[in-house]
């Protein structure tokens, strides 16, 4: 039994909003934090807890060694943080110690799967993606294949490449891709094991554009540039990532990143990725925002509550987006419908533990004046006091079924359905997006009977709204907040300047 193959799985994921507050420790252990076999069970379940990639990871490796016996997972550690500020020194150094001391448990492997979100940024490094990475490396040797998947939001420092085989993007945003990214990051690997030899370029480009403008959906630039690429892929090109990066992160290393991995031809990684490139700065002026004034669109929302006969309006709000670093808990459009009267339109969610806890203590049915955001002191998340009744109250879990949830449990934490009168609040406990349909559904309230419908999330809900929004009934408003998309209202000290489309004259030209 000797030759059965070893392999490490380990992850850290999160993505870091420089200007939200810092995270620690008990950020990842309410979302994602597993350690050791919890990992394999975790990967082989129906509707796994853990990150898609690595169930898609051990899916493809369990077939090809025929069954889970014909292999050796290693697994080390994986964790996860909802999207946050900075990671903490001390809580990050204490993950790589854990992370140290695990591989050096497991000893020796022949290969090293990393599922790894790429957009972290801690109190006291700008890539402390990158340090995992080379303590890795590091640990296991210069021969070993290892090979990351990245969500497309990815920052990608000079140590990431540097220290890994292959990097693999997701190819999705919304981002329901992360199953086969795993899937072909094992793929990729199984070569590796036949002998193929992955050779890797990179080019990054100085374009950092807003978040809600980086869809992969049919007409807009960066599906085009993705789908482009996917054109490359045959016996030659094993894989083309093209990552958008994410502004927020506010690092040197920024910037929309084209890598293509080639089997074994460094010249032809180079052509193709310079071709992307080329292709990807000359669409730039395609990056534009396109949201809606707060007046217009309660003045929308006004109309569909009070005619039963217009279709229903999907309101988005990108700028305190919690897949973002945002805290999910701004009140402004919530205040402008409440002062509008606007009617049948529900909001999910909010972020409110302590608003939460006073449902909670006065129960189902009774009548509640509480303050939202009374414990909370973010810059944006100001307090508003309201008077509700308490529809419902629920542990917060659930199974998911729409976009990028489908087929995974959700937990939001304590959760209470707040009617406050033509407007409904789904208040959460654990701060998190509102990715899907099944975030409503799952409180007691048919999604598809409001006549509005408030997200705080930039484009991650579009998966799992699609069967009931078509894109024209999806409205973003401009608020303020710390995940705003006008990045033109943030005090920007690391990004590498100049840098499109902050800098309208940034140029850029391949070498
Ligand atoms: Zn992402």
Redesign the pocket.
């Known amino acids: 039994m000797a030759d059965l193959k070893r392999i490490a799985i380990c992850g850290f994921n999160l993505?870091s909003n420089r200007f939200a507050p810092s995270c620690a420790r008990p950020d990842f252990e309410e979302n994602m934090y597993f350690q050791g076999d919890e990992i394999s069970r975790q990967a082989r379940l129906e509707t796994p807890a853990i990150h898609l990639g690595v169930k898609g990871f051990y899916a493809v490796m369990d077939a090809a060694f025929g069954g889970v016996e014909g292999w050796r997972a290693a697994p080390a550690v994986i964790v996860g943080s909802t999207p946050a500020g900075p990671v903490e020194e001390v809580f990050f150094k204490e993950f790589l110690q854990e992370l140290r001391e695990r591989l050096q448990a497991i000893g020796p492997v022949d290969g090293v799967y990393l599922c790894q979100h790429g957009a972290a940024v801690a109190t006291h490094t700008h890539d402390p993606d990158g340090d995992m990475f080379a303590l890795v490396r590091g640990i296991v040797g210069p021969d070993v294949p290892v090979i990351a998947t990245l969500?497309?939001?990815a920052n990608v420092s000079e140590v990431m490449m540097d220290t890994t085989d292959m990097l693999i993007g997701?190819r999705t945003?919304p981002?329901v891709d992360m199953y086969e990214r795993g899937e072909e990051a094992a793929r990729a690997m199984l070569e590796v094991f036949a002998g193929v030899r992955p050779e890797k370029f990179r080019i990054r480009l100085p374009l950092v554009a807003p978040s809600v403008t980086q869809l992969t959906a049919e007409g807009y630039p960066y599906g085009d540039l993705i789908r482009l690429g996917q054109t490359r892929i045959g016996e030659a090109v094993m894989n083309v990532t093209i990552l958008s990066g994410?502004a927020f992160g506010d690092t040197p290393k920024n910037g929309m990143t084209v890598i293509t991995h080639t089997r074994g031809d460094p010249a032809l990684a180079r052509r193709v990725t310079t071709e992307l490139a080329e292709a990807g700065w000359a669409d730039r002026q395609r990056y534009r925002t396109a949201m809606i004034s707060l007046v217009d669109a309660t003045a929308r929302a006004k109309t569909v509550g009070a005619d039963g006969t217009a279709e229903p309006l999907l309101f988005a709000d990108p700028a305190d987006n919690p897949g973002g670093g945002g805290r999910g808990n701004t009140t402004y459009i919530l205040k402008s419908f409440l002062d509008a009267g606007v009617e049948g339109c529900v909001l999910s969610v909010f972020f409110d533990k302590a608003a939460v806890a006073v449902a909670v203590a006065a129960g189902v049915g009774a009548r509640i004046k509480v303050t939202l955001n009374a414990e909370e002191d973010t810059e944006f998340s100001d307090p508003l006091a309201v008077e509700a009744r308490v529809v419902s109250l629920h542990d917060g879990r659930f199974v998911g079924h729409y976009g990028m949830v489908a087929g995974t449990t959700g937990d939001t934490g304590a959760t209470a359905v707040l009617d406050l009168g033509g407007v409904t609040v789904i208040c959460i406990s654990k701060r998190q997006q509102c990715r899907s349909s099944d975030y409503i559904s799952a409180f007691g309230i048919d999604p598809a009977a409001c006549r509005s419908i408030v997200v705080k999330s930039r484009g991650h809900f579009r998966a799992g709204f699609q069967h009931l929004f078509p894109a024209e009934r999806i409205l973003e408003i401009d608020v303020p907040g710390l995940t705003s998309p006008n990045l033109a209202n943030f005090d920007w000290r690391y990004l590498p300047r100049p840098v499109f489309p902050l800098d309208p004259d940034a140029a850029w030209e391949s070498s």
């Open positions: 993505e969500d497309l939001h997701y945003n981002h994410f």
